[in-house]
């Protein structure tokens, strides 16, 4: 396995960027230097992340996201173990 995450990720298992192994692993975000913990969606090559509002979710079931602009440096959580 490639010890750099992939350019897009996302936690929603409807995606066509989503993929458990990698989210079992462990992937940590940060964002224009913060270290963000409510990612549901991200994009390096685009510079965006998708995070949850809060609690609430739409009419579906899923989590209200936003999406805000910036420099996205994923990592995963488990190198510093292994």
């Known amino acids: ?23 079992e692993r462990g992937i ?12 549901e969606e991200y994009c390096v090559s685009e510079g965006w992340v998708r995070v949850a509002v809060g609690k609430t979710l739409d009419r579906k079931g899923n989590p209200l996201t ?3 602009s910036g420099t996205v440096e994923p990592y995963f ?5 292994a």
């Open 28 to 39: 940590g975000i940060r964002f224009n230097g913060a270290e963000k913990t409510t990612v």
């Open 66 to 68: 936003m999406k805000l």
């Open 1 to 23: 396995m490639s010890e750099t995450p992939p350019d897009r990720l996302s936690t929603n298992p409807a995606s066509s960027h989503y993929d458990a192994t990698l989210l």
């Open 77 to 81: 959580r488990d190198v510093a173990a």
